[in-house]
T-cell receptor
């Protein structure tokens, strides 16, 4: 049981480049989310999904796209990287039933130069 | 807009002492979560609090929720060095979607 797997762990991009952060979970969780963590600001929600084919925007969605074609996978796409997107990105998943907290992946540290 | 505020943001304490971290939130919610994060690591779920008056304990940590006061507390009893970490509370914005709004985090340092 791998839990929530994020790849890559580290990435350096040049301004304007695009890339996809991968997230996969093997727990059959309905809910999946992407957060970014910046120093002194806690975590902020980028996009989330309540099931395959259903996604919605969070607090800071600009510059990011998501899709959820399967229950297991929830990739995050950076369309045109900007230095302001330098951050640590966490993917998380959970059951839809009450009583369960999110399981977080190990994170992707992204630097945009 | 839901806002979640933790205090203190930084806490340095000695082993053996007791202390409390506070988490206030601005709008009605009855689902609150506590997480622990070690430097450079992911977040580990500590407690899920789902109703007014909920109290949960694990080892030296105890969390409670008062939905009327919009306040949760994380109490540390007889602190030990291994509890040094950053602690986050997070509140569910909306039922059915688990959109979490996080506090800024409390960096806890426990000195021998």
């Amino acid at each position: 049981n791998a839990g929530v797997t994020q790849t890559p762990k580290f990435q350096v991009l040049k301004t304007g480049q695009s890339m996809t952060l991968q997230c996969a979970q093997d727990m059959n969780h309905e809910y999946m989310s992407w957060y970014r963590q910046d120093p002194g600001m806690g975590l902020r929600l980028i996009h989330y999904s309540v099931g395959a084919g259903i996604t919605d925007q969070g607090e800071v969605p600009n510059g990011y796209n998501v899709s959820r074609s399967t229950t297991e996978d929830f990739p995050l796409r950076l369309l045109s990287a900007a230095p302001s997107q330098t951050s640590v990105y966490f993917c998380a998943s959970s059951y839809s039933r009450q009583g369960y907290g999110y399981t977080f992946g190990s994170g992707t540290r992204l630097t945009v130069v | 807009e839901l806002k979640v505020e933790q205090n203190p943001l930084f806490l340095s304490m000695q082993e053996g002492k007791n202390y409390t971290i506070y988490c206030n939130y601005s709008t009605t919610s009855d689902r609150l979560y506590w997480y622990r994060q070690d430097p450079g690591k992911s977040l580990e779920s500590l407690f899920v609090l789902l109703s007014n008056g909920a109290v949960k304990q694990e080892g030296r940590l105890m969390a409670s929720l008062d939905t009327k006061a919009r306040l949760s507390t994380l109490h540390i009893t007889a602190a030990v060095h291994d509890l040094s970490a950053t602690y986050f509370c997070a509140v569910d914005m909306r039922q059915g979607a688990q959109k979490l709004v996080f506090g800024q985090g409390t960096r806890l340092t426990i000195n021998p």
